[in-house]
């Protein structure tokens, strides 16, 4: 079976209360919850962390290498600053899918650049709880049309 691990960077553990007008008000658990039940529908094994931290995200990249097919990730605001989190994505050679439940084009113009999405498989951004339904959805294709090549 193939696995996928999900990362949802600093600060996402607080959706639900956190910036409503611009996040919702769907908590963490209930977005997991759903992927959990996408990956079951799909037949793929999940494993999904969240980290405040910009080296405790860097560790857990570094430990999927060979225990993964694929990283769903929401870099949050790392996306933005962190070439650490690019160079790990960069090192373990793992597809990764990058997702926003905002449209980050839509706005301040600090979040406009991903250092993180210049290593990724994609960009999935702006629609909300399901960025990572489509998300896990776009890293499942990928997995899955990299092994009928292989
Ligand atoms: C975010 C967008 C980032 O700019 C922000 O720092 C976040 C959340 C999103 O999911 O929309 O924390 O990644």
Redesign the pocket.
Known sequence: MDRILVLH????NLLGTRETS??GTVRLSEIDRDLKRLAKKEGVALTIKQSNSEGGLVNLIQKASGRYQALLI????Y??TSIALRDAIASVGLPAVE????N?YG?EAF?HHSYTAEVSVGQI?GFGPY?YQLGLLAAIHHVRARTRKA
């Not at 929401?74 to 605001?77: E, F, R, V």
């Open positions: 960077g600093p600060n996402l611009v996040y929401n870099p949050a605001a996306t933005h997702v926003h439940l905002s980050i706005r979040r951004s960025s």
